[in-house]
């Protein structure tokens, strides 16, 4: 992928450059030079570009995204705006991704509840991996056995999903989600009844295979 006329291997070395992007700027400060031209390239490859271009980019900033986390933020010349993730600029997704991310979604309040419900009044919790101690704030929620993935996979058998049971891309929504509220209803029952949360330390969390 070539990116301010710099040609770009491989993906790691892509995200690498994203994400330091992401980390060095300042929030709500308009991205300059090098690192506007830089998302300008990359936007192309996203695979809702028109709709993002819209009439025209005026410029990127960075702010919180609905989850709390730090994202880019287009802005066009008629003053609307959205976000967008530089990580399907760089691998589109599939059907299969789709569904998976849908699924995510289905079970996020679900997720959200368990961590509050676990916590109730206690300030902390122990990683049961680490045996660390950690926050409401600065935790994961996590799959033990069945992980998420093993639950998908049984869940997806002899299902028949399409694009039209999962919403199309607005602006400020990246949120991949099921319109087939069927579908939800189903995967979070399914999830519901085999799956095995358990609160462990984010370094731990991001190290275990997924």
Known sequence: MKLNNKTYLTKTEIIKLIQNILHTNKMYN?????????????????????????????????????????????????????????????????????????????ISQDIINFKIKKFNSKQTIRCEISNIDLSFNNCHVDHSDPSFKDIFKQWIKNKKISLKDINHSKDNEETVYFTNKNLEKDFKLFHDTYANLRIISPKINLSLPK
């Open 30 to 106: 308009w991205l300059q030079n090098n690192d506007q031209q830089i998302l300008l390239d990359l936007l192309k490859h996203h695979p809702s570009y028109k709709i993002k271009k819209g009439c025209g980019i005026k410029g990127f900033k960075i702010a919180p995204t609905q989850y709390k986390k730090k994202g880019f933020i287009l802005y066009r010349n008629d003053g609307s705006y959205t976000d967008f993730s530089y990580l399907q600029c760089i691998t589109s997704p599939t059907l299969l991704s789709k569904i998976k991310q849908a699924c995510r979604t289905a």
